[in-house]
Structure formats: structure tokens, C-alpha cells
């Protein structure tokens, strides 16, 4: 299978290196040069649990280079979706399918508005950790599961067979009908822990054990709960405090990714985590104080340092 894979950050870079390693071939396309040039020149260097090995892969900024592909996967951060999306075009023809795997929500109603409802299927990767270690270097730990499904409808043949070549590469995946709950389980766990763990620079661990940051923690998440329950979201859980916090007990040590952007000097996913909770429950009426003042905290640190 001919796969583009924008984005390839941390987790794009784990997604490119399996499934070049498969035998599909994959492009890598992004806009940091550093790290496009370092693929072209040396490969790809994949560390972690799955062993230390380099995987040829071919590379570019521009997407032009790349031609029509089966699958085009939308690997970004959440801000940079349209951006992403808009460079796609050239990938796609008539049977193209798009899979888009982001972080918290809106993410794929803005990539259909700009390449069609029709081609869009979602992905929500959990219990990952993956970090770039330097130009052409990604780290990765946990790869619990990714959770595929159809933007509209119950699963199809197209993405039986992308869960099939993404099973194959080493991934472990499941298909679901009601894709947006799964959305909605992890935004709800995100919400939990990214934004207290970057406001208080903290791993999960500490979030869990202070008895002042875990009171925030789950206001945060009461109030995502309250928000999907007032959407109509059928979650598969009553408790979403023990829920979330049985998540964080199995990665202590790890740091959101919101907290790893600003710790890179770079702006995060707020507005589509704690920052979707206070949007959604405006418009449902249902009050979020706990995501609105962490909301608030992290957009004006970035805007205070110039990320924004």
C-alpha cells in the first residue's frame, strides 16, 4: 500500500517507521527540514520497546514530490490540521481514504469540510508515548492500542483493510462502529491530566499523588463527562474519575504532550482538550470552571511567550 504520512512529529514518525517496516511503501512529509533531511540522508533511527533500528524511508517538505496515494494519513497536532489537510489534495484520487489521528476533538469535521465527508475515516491512538530525540531519532514506549472507525457509519471493507496493513505492521488495532466514543473516552482522560500537568509542569504521577493538583484533575474531568452526557455520548463508563485515573496509574511517569510542546517552546493542543470543554459546554449550557481557568492559564502562557 502507497502511504503519505503528514506529520510524522513523534507519533507520525512511530506510524511512518512500522509501516515502511511492513513493506508499504511510506512517504514522510513535514515541514521541519532538519528532520526530513536527517530521514532522506540516514533513515529513520525507531527506539523503544519494539528494539533500536533504522527503516529507509522517502521523505519530503513538499507534497507535490510525493503523487496519489491509497492512504493519507493526517498525523499533526490538532492546530495544524487545515494546514495538513489543504496540502493532502495532490495525494488524493477518486479511492483514497483519509485517516486522521489527533488529540481531544474537531479535528476531522475540519479536514472533511476541506477534502469530503466521504474520505475520512478517524483514528484515536491510546496508551502511546513517542518523543523525538533528535533529527531522524523517535523514542517510543507504550503502543496499548489505536482504535480505528468510520467518520459516518459502522466499520466498512476499506477500513477492515487499513486495520488489516496497520495490524500487519505491528500495530495493535481494533475497529469500532461509534468511533466517537472512543474519541470522547480519551478526550475525557486527556482533559483529566494534560492541561494540570503542564500548568504545574509536572509528570502524572505527581498529579495523582498531590492532593491539591488531583482536586483540579478531576473537576477537569467531571465537567468533560457532564459535557459528553449532555451530547448524547455513550460512554462505557459511569465513574469518569476512577476511569481516568486507572488510565494515568498505567503511565506514572509519562508527560502529556501538552506539556512536552511547551517545554519545546511550541504551543499546544488546548483549545481542542480542556479548550473544547469549555467551548462545548457553552454551547450546551453546562458550566466548566476547572477547564476554563486551565484553559485560560496555558493560552495565556503561550501568548505571553510568543507561541500563539
Known amino acids: 500500500m502507497k502511504i503519505a504520512i503528514i ?5 507520525g514518525s512511530v506510524y511512518a517507521g512500522f509501516l515502511a ?21 540516514r533513515g529513520l533511527r525507531i527506539e523503544g520497546i519494539s528494539g533500536d533500528r533504522v527503516v529507509e524511508i522517502a521523505a519530503t517538505t513538499d507534497a507535490n514530490d510525493v503523487g496519489p496515494c491509497d492512504l493519507v494519513v493526517i498525523a499533526t497536532k490538532a492546530m495544524h490540521v487545515k494546514a495538513a489537510a489543504k496540502s493532502a489534495r495532490s495525494l488524493l484520487r477518486e ?5 486522521t489521528i489527533q488529540n481531544g476533538i ?63 505492521a ?56 457532564q459535557v459528553a452526557r449532555a451530547k448524547g455520548i455513550q460512554v462505557s463508563f459511569n465513574e469518569p474519575i476512577a476511569y481516568a485515573r486507572a488510565f494515568g496509574e498505567k503511565m506514572p511517569d509519562a508527560r502529556p504532550s501538552m506539556l512536552l510542546d511547551h517545554m519545546a517552546g511550541k504551543a499546544s493542543e488546548i483549545d481542542a482538550i480542556n479548550g473544547a470543554i469549555v467551548r462545548e459546554g457553552k454551547a450546551m449550557k453546562i458550566p466548566s470552571p476547572f477547564n476554563t481557568v486551565i484553559s485560560s492559564l496555558i493560552i495565556a502562557e503561550e501568548n505571553k511567550m510568543g507561541w500563539r
Request: aromatic share 8%; net charge neutral.
Open 21 to 41: 517496516n511492513a513493506g508499504n511503501e511510506v512517504w514522510a512529509l513535514d515541514v521541519q527540514l532538519d528532520h526530513i533531511e536527517a530521514i532522506r540522508k
Open 170 to 225: 505491528g500495530f495493535n488495532v481494533k475497529t469500532y462502529d461509534d468511533i466517537q466514543r472512543m474519541v470522547w473516552e480519551k478526550l475525557i482522560c486527556n482533559v483529566c491530566f494534560s492541561g494540570v500537568c503542564t500548568v504545574s509542569h509536572s509528570q502524572i504521577r505527581v498529579v495523582l499523588n498531590d492532593t491539591h493538583l488531583w482536586e483540579i484533575a478531576k473537576g477537569c474531568t467531571q465537567e468533560a463527562y
Open 95 to 99: 479511492n483514497t481514504t483519509v485517516l
Open 106 to 168: 474537531g479535528s476531522f469535521e475540519k479536514v472533511a469540510s476541506l477534502l469530503g465527508k466521504e474520505k475520512i475515516t478517524i483514528g484515536v491512538a491510546g496508551g502511546f508515548g513517542a518523543s523525538i530525540k533528535g533529527p531522524g531519532h523517535v523514542h517510543h514506549n507504550g503502543m496499548e492500542l489505536i482504535r480505528f472507525g468510520e467518520m459516518v457509519g459502522p466499520v466498512t471493507t476499506r477500513l477492515k483493510k487499513i486495520a488489516d496493513v496497520w495490524s500487519d
Open 7 to 11: 506529520g510524522v512529529g513523534a507519533m
